[in-house]
């Protein structure tokens, strides 16, 4: 079993940085893949990073390739999310998620059925 609870989100204006943290816990987080998700009113939700266990492979989604980054920290049981060069399309509900991975080069897909854990999400607002 995995528990991820969201933290860092907030209000910033367009060009602003921000950076989203997941604390996870249960036995399994150094098998784990480790993803974050977006969802804005009336879109479906979308995945836009992905870290495997290791740490050592990651995978972007298009729309925040070069802005953002994905981070693992096993010491603590974090993964954090960096939010780089902010613009209003990126406001939405950030959501972190987890599956079990028992190779260190797995690599899921950014789909909402590749995974199995869910955080209450943490509310991302940015303003032009």
């Known amino acids: 079993q995995v528990q991820l609870v969201e933290s860092g989100g907030g209000s910033v204006q367009a060009g602003g940085s921000l950076r989203l943290s997941c604390a996870v816990s249960?036995?399994?987080?150094?098998?784990?893949?480790m993803a974050w998700f977006r969802q804005a009113p009336g879109k479906e939700r979308e995945g836009i990073t992905t870290?495997?266990?290791?740490?050592?492979?990651?995978r972007y989604a298009d729309s925040v390739k070069g802005r953002f980054t994905i981070s693992r920290d096993s010491a603590k049981n974090m993964v954090y999310l960096q939010m780089n060069s902010l613009n209003p399309e990126d406001t939405a509900m950030y959501y972190c998620?987890?599956?079990?991975?028992?190779?260190?080069?797995?690599?899921?897909?950014?789909?909402?059925?590749?995974?199995?854990?869910w955080g209450q999400g943490t509310q991302v607002t940015v303003s032009s």
């Open positions: 998620a987890a599956v079990e991975c028992w190779s260190e080069t797995t690599l899921p897909a950014l789909r909402t059925s590749d995974f199995r854990y």
């Open positions: 870290i495997s266990s290791s740490g050592a492979g990651t």
């Open positions: 249960g036995s399994t987080y150094s098998n784990a893949c």
